[in-house]
């Protein structure tokens, strides 16, 4: 017998619910005529309206649910199986398996969240990269961010609730991404976690390593790569103190923590084709993959681009000091932006000439060896499994891209090594 709502639906939700899939208001969901609906799967997949769904890249893997708090619009976005998207706003991003996001989220393009990773109800997205097991809290806007550590859901890198990543510059720009942990061992996952504590903050570009713990409320401003840290407030310093704006007092600190940022997802880009690649193998599991490749890729075009925008700030940055610092500092900031705007056409080539498929051949063939005989079933067992000498052949692979890619193209600005 007809339900009564049957003859409003579309051939679309007819045909997604004559596959199996439970949808529990079919009247409220929308699916694109462009969705490929062979890319949604039939097992074990929720969707809870009111929700949206479009894009023709778009692929839902099994036992995924969307919209189990509140109203759901997804666009051109992969999903693993097990995620759950309980609510918001999700575009051109990549979900790996048992994601989560709760309901508010606004996860704009590029974004690629990995196993087990995610957060609770409105956290802000973009351009941003969480490694396995990573927790954001409540009320969060991060973007532009590379997070990793911990190894596991009980042992996991956490963001306090009410917690932003500052990317906008009173300069206006975004040359501003923060890289939280690292590629190279953040990859292994047994790195210990990194805590930011919440109602506190990151005034981008900083980097942080494993074991740094952000006091909450704490606004942190410098950089701690060597981890192991307890991080607060520094002193305020003078009540006042003269601004001009366009004036990079800090430069070479920026550009650099930008370069080991870009160096470190091009050695991410290289471990998903060596590596992950063999463990995404599936319908669901090329879709991911696929979709991947297009956020790092998309991620390394955003900022060589923002860094693009930085280089042609350094005229005004060289006139400013000129005219309000005193030497030595006047004089090496203006041989910084000088040298900067000039070489920023060949650096940018550094990042675009393919070499995180050169730099460490050796090693990744090793560690490439060792993992075809360790494999155990899915990718976080695998990796968890290995013993401390394959990890380190495989450190060692990525950390070979990372420091040459940041090498090359440091000996192009060399006023501007720290």
């Not at 639906?9 to 997604?16: A, E, G, T, V």
């Not at 929700?51 to 099994?62: D, L, M, Q």
């Not at 190894?151 to 963001?159: A, F, L, Q, Y």
């Not at 899915?378 to 040459?404: F, H, N, P």
Request: charged share 20%.
């Amino acid at each position: 017998m007809m339900s009564t709502y049957e003859p409003l639906l579309s051939p679309q939700i007819r045909y997604l619910i004559n596959r199996g899939i439970k949808i529990t208001n079919p009247t409220t969901v929308e699916i694109g005529p462009e969705v490929k609906l062979d890319a949604i799967s039939s097992e074990g997949v929720e969707i809870h309206g009111p929700v949206r769904i479009s894009g023709e890249s778009t692929s839902i893997g099994p036992g995924a649910k969307i919209g189990t708090e509140g109203p759901a619009t997804i666009i051109n976005c992969q999903l693993g199986a097990g995620v759950e998207l309980g609510g918001g706003f999700f575009t051109s991003s990549v979900f790996l398996n048992q994601a989560r996001l709760g309901l508010g989220a606004h996860v704009r393009e590029a974004c690629l969240i990995e196993e087990q990773a995610g957060g609770a109800h409105c956290v802000g997205l973009k351009h941003t990269i969480l490694f396995p097991f990573v927790t954001l809290g409540s009320l969060i806007n991060f973007c532009d961010c590379l997070m990793a550590g911990g190894t596991s859901r009980k042992n996991h890198s956490e963001v306090g609730s009410s917690f932003i990543h500052f990317n906008f510059t009173p300069n206006q720009d975004k040359a501003t991404a923060s890289l939280l942990g690292d590629v190279p061992r953040g990859v292994m996952l047994h790195e210990p976690p990194i805590f930011l504590g919440g109602q506190g903050g990151i005034v981008g570009p900083v980097r942080l390593g494993y074991g740094t713990v952000t006091k909450a409320g704490a606004i942190v401003r410098c950089d701690a790569p060597e981890g192991g840290n307890l991080l607060g407030n520094l002193p305020v310093g003078e009540a006042k103190k003269p601004y001009h704006q366009g004036l990079y007092l800090d430069l070479s600190r920026r550009i650099e923590n930008n370069l080991i940022y870009l160096a470190n997802i091009l050695a991410l880009l290289a471990w998903y084709r060596y590596v992950r690649k063999e463990f995404l193998t599936d319908r669901w599991g090329r879709a991911l993959f696929e979709g991947a490749l297009q956020a790092l890729g998309r991620i390394v075009e955003e900022r060589r681009y923002r860094l693009g925008e930085l280089a042609g700030k350094m005229e005004t940055c060289r006139n400013l000091a000129a005219r309000v610092l005193e030497n030595p500092q006047r004089e090496i900031l203006i041989s910084q932006a000088k040298e900067f705007e000039e070489k920023w056409p060949l650096l940018e080539k550094v990042f675009t000439s393919g070499l995180e498929d050169e730099l460490g051949r050796e090693n990744r063939g090793l560690f490439l060896e060792r993992l075809k005989t360790s494999k155990t079933g899915d990718y976080i067992s695998t990796i968890k499994s290995l013993d401390l000498a394959t990890r380190s052949l495989g450190t060692r692979w990525l950390t070979e891209i990372v420091d040459g890619i940041r090498e090359r193209a440091l000996h192009l600005i060399p006023t501007c090594r720290s």
